[in-house]
């Protein structure tokens, strides 16, 4: 095989999912760092010269063997967005979806698959506090999504052999540029008036993490996935290695965009309750109407129970280490979102 040619492939890449908000940031620091980039997803969200797209659902084999050709490492970061509270759609997509990905990998001589999985998969509304990858894998998940979140790591990660090794990548509470969800919806519910209130004491702490520490921990993981290495089969999580109290993220993103930051305090327990009735309504009512809650338990228990993570195996293993420090990462994100700043 000529030189170039063996060069291109072993950093000719697939991003399943590139076109999402995490996606969009692997593509970018992928041809940063020179690799080929292929992007494949469902729908188109960006141009660009240096990508080839391709557009098709993960869950058809011959819309994805094409996108897999000559690549040597997949990452795969597609998924529902769990807001669409579809379960039959996190299913076929994250589980089923994730299978065919498997095989055809297989199928195309790819050589290293790597997992967008979530840290949520350990989660299961208590309080975690430095939680390490030897935590089990939660018994009563917090909603459908999650479910099919730790079936999809699985299957993941029972596939690896010689000729296709595979790892799992845990971030959480994911922000950044671009972002659909965290920081838009925090601005939305300051734009409704409806965050002056703390559930629980208000000390509880999270991790947060940002976009490119996340696609740099994807990489620097694809890099290290070799035989002889401990990655082969494993799951790390990725955090920005500074966690903090999940109010204070609270109180800092509102301020950044000129909101008030929140102040009066509700007890835990009542909050989840109306959750908890809020979703049973919900339950009811589905014969007759989709009724799909903002406000679920889940959203709850992470805003009021510790969560965080210890990246110390990742380190270990890969020499992970944050690009972007916190304080950083939130000016830059705020800097990005300014035009939701109050008016
Ligand atoms: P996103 O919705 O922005 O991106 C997901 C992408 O997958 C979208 O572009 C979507 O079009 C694509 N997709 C969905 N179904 C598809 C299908 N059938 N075929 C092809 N493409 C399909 O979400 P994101 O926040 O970028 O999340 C990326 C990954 O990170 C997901 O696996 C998610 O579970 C995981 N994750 C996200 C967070 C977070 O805070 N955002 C935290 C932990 C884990």
Redesign the pocket.
């Known amino acids: 095989m000529p030189i170039a040619t063996r060069s291109r492939k072993s950093k000719s890449c697939t991003v ?2 590139g ?5 969009r940031h692997m593509v970018e620091t992928l041809l940063d760092r020179g690799y080929h980039v292929n992007v ?4 188109k ?1 960006f141009d660009s010269d240096q990508v080839t797209f391709f557009i ?4 058809n084999k011959e819309d994805l063997l094409v996108s897999l050709r000559d690549v040597s490492v997949v990452f795969h ?5 769990p807001a669409s509270n579809n379960c039959d759609l996190f299913h076929r ?1 994250n589980i089923e ?1 994730t299978r065919s990905l498997i095989q055809c990998c297989k199928e195309a001589g790819v050589a290293k698959l790597v997992l ?1 999985s ?3 998969v350990v989660y299961e509304g208590k309080d975690i506090k430095n939680g390490t990858e030897d935590l089990p894998y939660a018994v009563q998940p917090m909603d459908p999504y999650t479910e099919t ?1 730790i079936q999809q790591e699985k299957i993941v990660l029972e596939a690896s052999c010689d000729k296709l090794l595979t790892v799992a990548v845990r ?4 922000f950044g540029p671009r972002d ?3 920081i838009p919806t925090i601005a939305q519910t300051g734009k409704a008036g409806k965050t002056r209130f703390i559930i629980g004491d208000g000390t509880n702490i999270v991790d947060f993490t940002y976009v490119v520490n996340v696609a740099h921990g994807h990489i620097m993981a694809a890099e290290a996935l070799t035989t002889d290495s401990p990655l082969p089969g494993k799951a790390y999580f990725i955090t920005n290695d500074a966690p903090l109290p999940f109010w204070d993220f609270m109180s800092r993103v509102l301020t950044g965009l000129h909101y008030p930051a929140p102040v009066y305090h509700l007890p835990y327990w009542l909050v989840y309750t109306l959750a908890l009735l809020l979703q049973l309504l919900a339950w009811c009512v589905s014969p007759i109407t989709t009724l799909t809650p903002t406000f679920t338990p889940m959203r709850v228990a992470l805003a009021a129970t510790h969560h965080y993570y210890s990246c110390d195996r990742a380190k270990r293993d890969f020499g992970y280490k944050p690009l972007v420090s916190f304080d950083e990462a939130l000016t830059k994100s705020l800097e990005h979102f300014s035009h939701l700043r109050r008016s």
């Open positions: 399943v999912g076109c999402g908000f995490l996606g494949f997803d469902i729908r969200t098709g659902d993960l869950c970061c597609a998924s529902p967005s997509v979806g967008t979530s840290a949520s979140k971030p959480h509470g994911i659909p969800l965290c």
